[in-house]
């Protein structure tokens, strides 16, 4: 068990992790710093244990481990504060959903002798804020916790066990695999999302039809994820915004090829796309990455 | 209630149809048209009162309604092999999800004094076969019927009495508008989901990396739709390719801008298009093309 436990930023993922960690008894003392007054509000009304606190001065060099869950943009300054108050022994991680780019952020403004273990838990959803958050977010989902060559093996393994802990499934990688990876399992998606919703908008102007109406053949599926939080995805675009501009080219080029096979009527080689498509379909259920129960739509 | 209703092709939507006009009795005789054997021993399980025919020659000039539920790339054979034996009193319709082209073939494969009124129910799954259908898989979805200069404003009453029995919402359009707004609603999400996944399998063969395992951050809410009907989609794509091609070409130019945005940081355009997106699937919500529960994954 943890002695004491500090979240900075109490969103969804944050208070996710709170009511976790005060469920399972992670931690004895939890503390809590959230800017958002609104939130705060919210995360009184949990049962929870925990403290709120606002001056971090007096307690950062007695916290054990300390989890920023911010959104990204305001990392820089919140080690840039916290940084002189840090002790040597304390696990720090955060949640980022992109790395190479916060690892500098890290190695530039930290002390040498405090050492940083990114992590990146898989959940999350396209809504936001603590009222949303759950114990059970984590149960089963992937947590790529990020390793590099001055990784402390030791932290490694109490930060392994702490998202085991919350349920997660843990895997080990470099900040440059898991940039690229997510690149094209998340940020591309979320990206395509936001593009069809903008291209539906654009093309209900200038037909001046009513098309949202009609959404429920393809476009409904899309919109859910094009509701996520937009600073946090602005975040992870910007952040992320060389390996997504390569897989948005690749994107292009398929498509591109795609047009060219219906124009043409290419027979063959659509069925083949087609199909495989579906093979991909039966990994992903395989691999419990959805389940197999078919949509019909709403209800 | 009708006396003779006649289904030619019956797979999800055909079944489907078979089981509501059967539940409802909507008509007196239900006969059924099908070709492929497993669909044929799918169909005898259910307990709907329906008889198969092969032979339709002598049943077809007694039919009040015929409905064909096949892949579109098989109407004109049938419309071949079926017009001479038909009754101008007959409500014919069709199911397909283009209509421009599909008309053209009416027109050129029917005698004149035989009229067709084309319908669209806009509901459907990734999954097809009679095993999947449902009585009430049009239950509160739209049904589009295509009027046209010559449409029988008598039937068109009669055809849209029985898509409200079935449970639509029917509404009334031509066949241009109709295939402008589903190449955006319907066969463009379709098209990029598909494409989503071509980029992913080609990604993962390039970089050698296990992508499909991390689908949930995204990915995995475009497979589902990817794994719908090859037959189906094919026949969609190179039905619709006109309008199809504007919409890739138009989701092209907001992806590169999107792209450039994210490469040059450009915050606040950024953020306006995040938030926009948002803005959609509120309206979208708000019209009941989905359901307002957030996603926290499979489960």
Not at 107 to 113: A, M, S, T
Request: proline fraction near 2%; charged fraction near 30%.
């Amino acid at each position: 068990m943890l002695n004491n436990l500090l979240i900075i930023g109490c969103g969804l993922i944050g208070s996710s992790i709170l009511r976790a960690c005060s469920s399972k008894k992670i931690a004895k003392n939890i503390f809590v710093n959230e800017k958002s007054k609104s939130n705060i509000k919210k995360l009184k009304r949990l049962k929870n244990n925990f403290k709120i606190v606002n001056d971090l001065k007096t307690i950062l060099p007695k916290m054990d481990f300390i989890i920023i869950c911010t959104h990204m943009s305001e990392y820089e300054k919140i080690i840039t504060s916290i940084n002189k108050h840090l002790n040597t022994k304390t696990i720090l991680t955060d949640v980022g959903s992109s790395k190479e780019n916060i690892i500098k952020i890290f190695k530039k403004k930290l002390n040498k002798d405090i050492s940083w273990i990114s992590s990146h838990p898989i959940s999350g959803s396209e809504v936001s804020g603590p009222d949303h958050g759950s114990g059970l977010l984590f149960k089963n989902k992937w947590c790529i916790l990020i390793k590099e060559k001055n990784t402390d093996n030791k932290k490694l393994k109490i930060l392994t066990n702490f998202w085991k802990r919350l349920g997660s499934r843990v895997l080990v990688m470099d900040a440059k695999k898991h940039d690229m990876i997510f690149s094209l399992t998340s940020h591309l998606p979320h990206l395509i999302a936001y593009n069809l919703i903008k291209t539906a908008t654009d093309f209900e102007k200038r037909k001046n039809y009513n098309l949202i109406n009609f959404s429920a053949g393809g476009l409904r599926d899309f919109s859910r994820i094009a509701a996520s939080n937009e600073i946090m995805w602005r975040d992870i675009f910007f952040s992320n915004s060389k390996n997504l501009s390569q897989v948005i080219n690749l994107f292009i080029q398929n498509l591109k090829s795609f047009k060219k096979n219906i124009q043409r009527k290419d027979d063959k080689i659509i069925i083949k796309k087609l199909k495989d498509a579906k093979k991909v379909r039966k990994k992903i259920i395989k691999l419990k990455q959805d389940i197999n129960r078919p949509d019909f739509g709403r209800g």
